[in-house]
């Protein structure tokens, strides 16, 4: 006998939470903002709607369906099964945070405060979540194809991101590698940097924009299901024993970039969570390129 489906909201502790949860109290929280110049109900009332929306996604998981639900800092103890319908509730961000986590599942985000975020990712009102389900599960939904970036060390350990992947020190101070391209004769060049950054079509929107904006470079911005990346490297700086001439590029989809630690201690980090890095040492290698897995996002 099949199991009925299971569908996985996700979510995170809200502004407001994370304000009483510090200061103790609802009162307390409004006199510390008040302090600030910031009002408390402005941050409560994001709170109710995030709330309400949540409420509102779980009532419309039909009645014989299984669901359950899980907040963005539990992610990484939770088992997402190969049927899930994963059901992102909150800002474009959380779903990035969720893709890493996944294997094929479709994903639906629902906006909890429209006009405040983008949209990028969260497409979906909560109202119109009951039928989102009923198609997605049927197949008849649309979904995009999301390319995503990963990172693989030489001792297996395995990064993915959606967004992109930041390789360089903690605290981005001055990291010291070797950055070579896997397709480019050999080619290696000893750096000193702030970090090298490779992205997606979805980061597109985000943090490797500013940096080709800021670039002003020939390369072409990839599109969200498009395979191919772009990468930069933020401040590299030219010593006798460091140069500047690998800086920035992309990668097709069978191509790779290297990276050999010479530092006492690098990490790399997807989407912004720190917390979540791949620590790699002096004389570790890491290679980044386009994820084989995408992520199923519905549209």
Same mark, same amino acid.
């Given at each position: 006998?099949?199991?009925?489906?299971?569908?996985?909201?996700? $979510?995170?502790?809200?502004? *407001?939470?994370?304000?009483?949860?510090?200061?103790?109290? $609802?009162?307390?929280?409004?006199?510390?903002?008040?302090?600030? %110049?910031?009002?408390?109900?402005?941050? !409560?009332?994001?709170?109710?709607?995030?709330?309400?929306?949540?409420?509102?996604?779980?009532?419309?998981?039909?009645?014989?369906?299984? #669901?359950?639900?899980?907040?963005?800092?539990?992610?990484?103890?939770?088992?997402?099964?190969?049927?899930?319908? @994963?059901?992102?509730?909150? #800002?474009? =961000?959380?779903?990035?945070?969720?893709?890493? *986590?996944?294997?094929?599942?479709?994903?639906?985000?629902?906006?909890?405060?429209? =006009?405040?975020?983008?949209? @990028?990712?969260?497409?979906?009102?909560?109202?119109?979540?009951?039928?989102?389900?009923?198609?997605?599960?049927?197949?008849?939904?649309?979904?995009?194809?999301?390319?995503?970036?990963? !990172?693989?060390?030489?001792?297996? #350990?395995?990064?993915?991101?959606?967004?992109?992947? *930041?390789?360089?020190?903690? /605290?981005?101070?001055?990291?010291?590698?070797?950055? /070579?391209?896997?397709?480019?004769?050999?080619?290696?060049?000893?750096?000193?940097?702030? %970090?090298?950054?490779?992205?997606?079509?979805?980061?597109?929107? /985000?943090?490797?924009?500013?940096?080709?904006?800021?670039? =002003?470079?020939?390369?072409?911005?990839? &599109?969200?299901?498009?395979?191919?990346?772009?990468?930069?490297?933020?401040?590299?700086?030219?010593?006798?024993?460091?140069?500047?001439?690998?800086? &920035?590029?992309?990668? !097709?989809?069978?191509?790779?970039? $290297?990276?050999?630690?010479?530092?006492?201690?690098?990490? !790399?980090?997807?989407?912004?969570?720190?917390?979540?890095?791949?620590?790699?040492?002096?004389? #570790?290698?890491?290679?980044?390129?386009?994820? +084989?897995? +995408?992520?199923?996002?519905? /549209?």
């Amino acid at each position: 006998m099949s199991l009925a489906p299971r569908v996985v909201l996700v $979510h995170r502790t809200t502004e *407001y939470e994370e304000l009483v949860a510090r200061h103790g109290t $609802h009162g307390q929280a409004a006199f510390f903002l008040s302090s600030r %110049g910031r009002d408390i109900e402005e941050v !409560a009332e994001r709170h109710r709607r995030a709330r309400r929306a949540l409420a509102e996604v779980a009532s419309a998981v039909p009645m014989t369906w299984r #669901q359950a639900q899980v907040e963005r800092a539990d992610l990484d103890r939770f088992l997402f099964a190969p049927e899930d319908l @994963v059901v992102v509730v909150g #800002q474009d =961000g959380l779903v990035a945070n969720v893709a890493k *986590y996944l294997t094929g599942q479709p994903v639906l985000g629902i906006d909890t405060d429209p =006009g405040r975020n983008p949209g @990028v990712l969260v497409r979906h009102r909560p109202e119109d979540a009951g039928k989102l389900f009923v198609s997605t599960q049927s197949g008849k939904g649309d979904v995009d194809e999301l390319t995503m970036v990963e !990172a693989v060390a030489d001792d297996t #350990q395995r990064l993915v991101a959606l967004n992109e992947i *930041y390789l360089g020190a903690v /605290g981005h101070q001055t990291a010291r590698y070797r950055l /070579g391209l896997e397709d480019d004769g050999g080619v290696v060049e000893a750096q000193a940097s702030s %970090g090298v950054l490779v992205g997606t079509g979805t980061g597109a929107t /985000g943090w490797i924009r500013s940096v080709w904006q800021e670039r =002003g470079t020939h390369l072409r911005l990839p &599109a969200p299901t498009e395979d191919r990346l772009l990468w930069y490297v933020r401040e590299a700086w030219p010593s006798p024993a460091t140069g500047t001439s690998l800086v &920035a590029g992309e990668l !097709a989809a069978a191509s790779r970039l $290297h990276l050999t630690v010479e530092s006492e201690r690098l990490v !790399a980090f997807g989407d912004g969570m720190e917390t979540d890095a791949v620590e790699l040492t002096w004389g #570790q290698t890491v290679r980044v390129g386009v994820c +084989r897995e +995408r992520l199923r996002l519905v /549209g």
